[in-house]
């Protein structure tokens, strides 16, 4: 998959072209503490390397130079010791299949040498400090050495209009890794909504959702972004991410996490009553983010735009809005007003992929692009009524709804990836009310210092 991704980007460089692209390095967490490792998307999508501080060389059409080259940390016994096997310059070209390794210790000098025979360089400035230096390091010499007929390259062009691109359109392997991490991020949610009951709290639901992706074999963390769980009032809170209160009785709680496989992720949004049952107003309030969800994913088709799956969200949420209660007049003058954007003020999707908020342009020409067959994304619309929030009816004030699903476009209908977490008022009851294995209990007491 990988090398087929390298290949599609040597395809679109044009002769006597290098590009270059940086991996990830490591991030302090605390003193000497560090992050787990994440690899940068662009770089794993081009390499599926997992190690930190290596770079990428491309080279199309450049006298003696190899295709693609990975520069790596050396094989190191010493620090393998300490922080795992390296693959090394060898391991790289046996298990990863590229023509040329080497230290990446090398690189500077290495890229010094083939930047005279290039016409181009692709290369993304200003985002990686130790690629920026070496770039300009290297021009800087060069640019002294044109008397001798040596010089930089002419151009330098930026990659992630083009990568960025060609990651929009997942291949068989790439949508065989999200439809893992779909299935086990669904796994995840049911666990959670088995397990919820009135005065747990919302970490304990985020601790089982870690728990199932790690388990079942995602990567890094486990998560593809820090999960929102969120009770009552909090669920109004886009990004509410300190998931540390009660979970309370006849509320409801919005549970937005997903897991990352093969660092592909899943995004997962479902709302769910504490006690296992919708009151009439929750009820009736879901009912209507769910039919503007449902009314997006039929539009979820090659020749409908973006915006069109938006707009359908919004219609159906506005309409909502009315038969509620919360807003007079007719749907044409909702939506020319924008007076829904009070309790519906987001996108109804984004891209997914190697990121949640996946690389993709959104718009084509200034208007919003056609959607393809190969492209993922999120359907995700939701009604927010603040619990302060006077203009709602009192029953309603508090509730924060949002359901989300990862849609394949295709070239018929579209595939809901996260189709096995349940969504229908029926289903998702059904699954609070299942018996579900969880991790076990902690028995030890805590002994008083």
């Keep these: 998959m990988f090398r087929q ?18 991996g990830a390095g490591l991030a302090t967490r605390n003193h000497d503490v560090e992050f787990p490792f994440r690899q940068q998307s662009d770089f794993w999508y081009l390499t599926g390397l997992a190690e930190a501080d290596a770079l990428l060389m491309l080279a199309k059409d450049v006298a003696d130079v190899p295709a693609d080259t990975l520069f790596v940390l050396p094989k190191d016994p010493l620090q393998e010791t300490w922080h795992g096997v390296r693959l090394g310059a060898e391991g790289a070209m046996e298990h990863l299949g590229f023509a040329a390794a080497a230290a990446v210790a090398d690189a500077g000098e290495r890229v010094l040498e083939v930047l005279p025979q290039a016409r181009r360089l692709w290369c993304s400035l ?3 400090g130790g690629l920026d230096r070496m770039v300009l390091g290297a021009f800087q010499g060069l640019r002294k050495r044109i008397r001798q007929g040596i010089e930089p390259p002419a151009e330098v062009l930026d990659p992630r209009p083009v990568l960025h691109e060609m990651r929009m359109f997942k291949s068989v392997q790439e949508l065989d890794c999200m439809r893992r991490a779909a299935a086990i991020s669904a796994e995840g949610h049911l666990l959670a909504m088995a397990q919820c009951q009135p005065g747990s709290t919302e970490y304990q639901l985020e601790a089982l959702l870690h728990y199932t992706y790690r388990r079942h074999g995602c990567n890094d963390a486990g998560w593809a972004y820090p999960s929102i769980v969120a009770g009552g009032g909090n669920a109004c809170i886009l990004h509410y991410t300190d998931n540390d209160q009660v979970l309370n009785d006849g509320d409801l709680v919005l549970v937005d996490s997903g897991g990352e496989y093969r660092s592909y992720a899943a995004d997962i949004t479902r709302t769910f009553p504490v006690n296992g049952r919708f009151s009439p107003a929750q009820r009736d309030v879901y009912e209507v983010v769910l039919a503007a969800q449902l009314a997006s994913i039929e539009l979820s088709r090659c ?10 969200s919004v219609r159906g949420l506005s309409d909502g809005l009315i038969q509620l209660g919360v807003l007079d007049g007719s749907v044409e003058e909702i939506i020319e007003s924008e007076s829904y954007k009070r309790w519906y003020m987001h996108n109804t999707g984004h891209w997914i992929g190697l990121d949640v908020h996946d690389a993709g342009r959104y718009l084509s020409d200034g208007v919003s692009r056609p959607l393809e067959a190969g492209m993922v994304m999120t359907v995700e619309p939701g009604l927010y009524f603040r ?8 029953e309603m004030r508090g509730l924060g709804i949002r359901i989300e699903d990862d849609v394949h476009i295709t070239g018929g209908d579209p595939e809901v990836l996260t189709a096995a977490t349940p969504k229908t008022v029926a289903d998702v009851e059904d699954a609070c009310s299942q018996e579900r294995v969880a991790p076990p209990v902690l028995d030890t007491e805590t002994v008083p210092s």
């Design 387 to 394: 619990a302060d929030d006077e203009e709602v009816p009192e």
């Design 126 to 128: 200003g985002e990686h």
């Design 5 to 22: 991704h390298r290949q599609n980007f040597l395809e679109r460089m044009a002769p006597g072209d290098v590009a270059l692209f940086p």
């Design 303 to 312: 020749g409908n735009t973006h915006e069109d799956v938006h707009l359908a």
